[in-house]
T-cell receptor, first 114, second 111 residues
Framework: DVKVTQSSRYLVKRTGEKVFLECVQD?????MFWYRQDPGLGLRLIYF???????EKGDIPEGYSVSREKKERFSLILESASTNQTSMYLC?????????????FGEGSRLTVL | LAKTTQPISMDSYEGQEVNITCSHN???????ITWYQQFPSQGPRFIIQ???TKVTNEVASLFIPADRKSSTLSLPRVSLSDTAVYYC????????????FGAGTRLFVKA
């Protein structure tokens, strides 16, 4: 069964802390994505990667960075967390791009920044 | 950018057919239409995808008119476990990665 695993389901951090959210997929997919989900706003794309060491900005990249050193792993980094980054973060992977084929999502990481 | 518009919420009863419509007036020639389902505290799950006319799988049907400016997800004989948020997504092979899921449609199925 295909699987996307996010390292932490729940995190609580303080303003200014550096935060790492890890995502691993076991499907050998080329494409990986990071979204954030907020009430009433649906899912918004932060960054995506279509190959190792490659990354592209999504709709809301400000305040975030990403790293993809290995095909199966895609990390989201908050260099200096702020309260407006409190959200649910979802990682996904796909064989094709976001707009076609199937996106496989992880369970999500709920981050609270105090 | 292909933006989508869906109803915020819908109510239904067990055993009924539910149709959720998504508007995507500026859909591009290469765009596909994909629907996802999301339960609380879980990531979205793929339901169905289509390009034109009708697509059917074991859980749903997708109806796309000739102009492709809208699409309708049809869930036959819903049950309580179909209570979820349903998202419509429009995008293409070449990227267009900056599409937005939108707020989705919250479906409540009552007994």
């Amino acid at each position: 069964d295909v699987k996307v695993t996010q390292s932490s389901r729940y995190l609580v951090k303080r303003t200014g802390e550096k935060v790492f959210l890890e995502c691993v997929q076991d499907m050998d997919h080329e494409n990986m994505f990071w979204y954030r989900q907020d009430p009433g706003l649906g899912l918004r794309l932060i960054y995506f990667s279509y190959d190792v060491k490659m990354k592209e900005k999504g709709d809301i990249p400000e305040g975030y960075s990403v790293s993809r050193e290995k095909k199966e792993r895609f990390s989201l980094i908050l260099e200096s967390a702020s309260t407006n980054q409190t959200s649910m973060y979802l990682c996904a992977s796909s064989l094709y791009g976001q707009g076609t084929g199937e996106l496989f999502f992880g369970e999500g990481s709920r981050l609270t920044v105090l | 950018l292909a933006k989508t518009t869906q109803p915020i919420s819908m109510d239904s009863y067990e055993g009924q057919e539910v149709n959720i419509t998504c508007s995507h007036n500026n859909i591009a020639t290469n765009d596909y239409i994909t629907w996802y389902q999301q339960f609380p505290s879980q990531g979205p799950r793929f339901i169905i995808q289509g390009y034109k006319t009708k697509v059917t799988n074991e859980v749903a049907s997708l109806f796309i008119p000739a102009d492709r400016k809208s699409s309708t997800l049809s869930l036959p004989r819903v049950s309580l476990s179909d209570t979820a948020v349903y998202y419509c997504l429009v995008g293409d092979y070449t990227g267009g990665f900056k599409t937005i899921f939108g707020a989705g449609t919250r479906l409540f199925v009552k007994a």
